[in-house]
């Protein structure tokens, strides 16, 4: 929330965007108390938020639910195509995802978190696991998360990881803060981030840096079964990550975006 002695800063609308924003894959229906515990708002503020966006057709009502609607998807389509994505994004990433046959995605740091901006379609690539652009991952567990702090300075990433929720996703995940500190310092010495079973079971993440400054950093990255994952195929998805990387600064994508 914005100081509230900025008067260049509307404080209704910026607790509005909080009721927006408070939606998202372990919350996609809530009712007003929800809605009022996730954005920190007392309930009469949270229902005028929760009633302005129901007015203006970002949000639609089930019963005490509330619910976003596909209307949503038009502020992210706007970004999508101001910046280029269908010509300068898409066409690079679905490239490469087919000559290494597993997803890639470019992804961003949003506060605390990963935010996917783009993913790579194969016509006949393996399974999916459910992410797309505008979902958003943990920064602590993820080869995504780990490259993006490698892209800040030492001091800035310890202070974000302070601040940021370390969640156990699974047995593997490390838990203490040297350690992830660690893994960082490697991403950030190597160009590399790749993470093993930490934050889905069997999964290895891998990343590298695209660009851009700090907090604005890009990265790409996929992942693989454990299973099977030999260390030359290791090195072959390290190596068409860099490639990607390579080609997405090429083709402009860090002035666009």
Request: hydrophobic share 40%; charged share 20%.
């Amino acid at each position: 929330m914005p100081p509230p002695q900025d008067r260049n800063i509307s404080a209704s609308f910026a607790k509005g965007l909080a009721v927006l924003e408070a939606f998202d894959g372990d919350a996609a229906r809530m009712t007003l108390a929800e809605l009022a515990r996730r954005t920190g708002q007392d309930r009469a503020t949270a229902r005028r938020g929760a009633m302005t966006l129901l007015a203006a057709g970002y949000l639609r009502q089930e019963g005490r639910d509330f619910v976003l609607t596909h209307k949503v998807l038009g502020l992210a389509g706007g970004f999508l195509q101001a910046n280029q994505f269908g010509r300068l994004v898409q066409p690079v990433l679905n490239h490469h995802a087919g000559q290494m046959q597993t997803e890639i995605t470019l992804a961003v740091r949003d506060n605390n978190r990963v935010m996917l901006l783009a993913q790579s379609t194969l016509v006949h690539g393996p399974v999916s696991y459910g992410f797309t652009a505008g979902s958003s991952l943990p920064l602590l567990h993820t080869s995504l998360g780990r490259m993006l702090l490698a892209a800040v300075e030492p001091d800035e990433a310890e202070q974000i990881l302070r601040h940021s929720p370390c969640v156990r996703h699974t047995a593997q995940s490390l838990s203490h803060l040297p350690d992830i500190l660690a893994e960082v310092d490697r991403a950030r010495d190597t160009g590399l981030s790749i993470t093993n079973g930490e934050f889905e079971p069997g999964i290895t993440g891998f990343a590298t840096l695209v660009g851009g400054p700090g907090a604005k950093a890009l990265v790409v990255g996929s992942s693989a079964p454990e299973a099977g994952l030999s260390k030359t195929r290791s090195a072959q998805i390290c190596a068409s990550l860099q490639q990607c990387a390579a080609d997405l600064r090429q083709a402009g994508v860090l002035s666009a975006i």
